[in-house]
């Protein structure tokens, strides 16, 4: 297996400064076909992502480490936890994502699991990218929303997602991450991207609802530094062909 990756945030960071796009994939431990894997990972290796994002609203298997380490046995991505709740922590990947959902009032998922997370990520050796997560109004009821027992934002509400992201930036969340969900009928609006890419300073991530590679490339254009698909790869591993 190999070492390793140090310094993912740095890296996204001067990835930005440079106006390098990023892409992660998204891959959910629940929805892995174990005899399917060596394929789906020779799919991704040919594919231009940069960063594989592991995780789920609810992970009710118990596959993550060993789905971390078939990761980084036969890929050289960095391997980020997306995490749902502090069960889905794995020492043997390279970083997390420490995600505070700024745009829901359920105090577990502000911080009760963020606190219960601290003490056993203070025993690896996990880089951890504090991640201001904000949930969007989609056109239909996400695993998300249902799981964290919260409303996304209005998707017309531009100034209220603004406020929302550059509180997560003054709080000192060294990401925003504009999320539609798993499965979202409608992405992250293009405008809002282009608002929020242009009133915050920290790296924007943005997923949910990209279909296809023009969804992925207009979500570029306005703004996102670095855009996740889950849902449209792990329903065609041809994705990156059509």
């Not at 594919?47 to 609203?57: D, E, L, Q, R």
């Not at 789905?67 to 502090?86: D, M, S, Y």
């Not at 109004?137 to 100034?159: H, I, M, Y």
């Not at 009133?199 to 279909?211: A, F, H, K, R």
Request: proline share 5%; hydrophobic share 45%; no cysteine.
């Amino acid at each position: 297996m190999r070492q390793k990756i140090p310094n993912i945030r740095q890296q996204i960071l001067e990835a930005k400064s440079n106006g390098q796009k990023l892409l992660a994939i998204l891959l959910d431990p629940d929805k892995i076909v174990w005899e399917n894997l060596d394929h789906l990972l020779l799919k991704i290796n040919q594919s231009p992502a940069t960063h594989i994002f592991v995780g789920g609203s609810i992970v009710e298997s118990t596959i993550l480490e060993d789905l971390i380490e078939a990761l980084k046995q036969k890929t050289n991505l960095p391997v980020v936890i997306f995490p749902g709740n502090p069960s889905q922590i794995s020492p043997q990947a390279d970083a997390i994502l420490f995600l505070s959902l700024l745009s829901g009032r359920n105090p577990d998922y502000l911080i009760e699991y963020q606190v219960q997370a601290a003490p056993i990520l203070k025993k690896t050796n996990l880089e951890v990218i504090s991640t201001g997560y904000i949930l969007i109004e989609s056109g239909n009821e996400t695993a998300v929303a249902r799981v964290s027992k919260t409303k996304p934002l209005n998707r017309e509400n531009f100034d209220l997602v603004l406020a929302t992201a550059q509180a997560g930036e003054m709080l000192g969340n060294q990401f925003i991450y504009l999320e539609a969900g798993s499965g979202a009928k409608m992405a992250v609006p293009l405008e809002m991207i282009e608002l929020i890419a242009q009133n915050v300073n920290i790296p924007l991530i943005v997923g949910g609802g990209i279909v296809d590679l023009h969804g992925i490339q207009k979500a570029y254009k306005a703004g996102a530094d670095l855009v996740v698909i889950g849902t449209a790869f792990e329903n065609d591993s041809q994705f990156f062909e059509s």
